[in-house]
Nanobody, 127 residues
Framework: QVQLVESGGGLVQPGGSLRLSCAAS????????MGWYRQAPGKERELVAG????????????VKGRFTISRDNAKNTVGKITVYLQMNSLKPEDTAVYYC????????????????WGQGTQVTVSS
């Protein structure tokens, strides 16, 4: 199985910054993509930023130019890999629970890629 552990959320004033981290570990055979989603109260979960195995990032229009997704430089087929979300110029509308997502195959099913989710971390932007 794949375990995801998130950290870095909290309360920040508008215009401030936070950095989220997500460490993926377990019997990971290969990772296809990693990303961050968020869900605000009363709203559906939405993709914030994603990064492929080739390290090509993509962003929601609402966060372009403010958020940066990155991953460590370890190879795809390692036991642990970390993805980061650097969030700058935060706005109150960025308030949400942020979830890490990994699309990966495990050693037990090397040809099958599944989505794994972190437990979520709260980000609150308020003065």
């Amino acid at each position: 199985q794949v375990q995801l552990v998130e950290s870095g959320g909290g309360l920040v004033q508008p215009g401030g910054s936070l950095r989220l981290s997500c460490a993926a570990s377990g019997s990971i055979f290969s990772i296809n993509a990693m990303g961050w989603y968020r869900q605000a109260p009363g709203k559906e979960r939405e993709l914030v930023a994603g990064i492929t195995s080739g390290e090509t990032p993509n962003y929601a229009d609402s966060v372009k130019g403010r958020f940066t997704i990155s991953r460590d430089n370890a190879k795809n087929t390692v036991g642990k890999i970390t993805v980061y979300l650097q969030m700058n110029s935060l706005k109150p509308e960025d308030t949400a629970v942020y979830y890490c997502n990994v699309n990966a195959a495990t050693y037990s099913r090397a040809n099958y890629y599944a989505d794994y989710w972190g437990q979520g971390t709260q980000v609150t932007v308020s003065s």
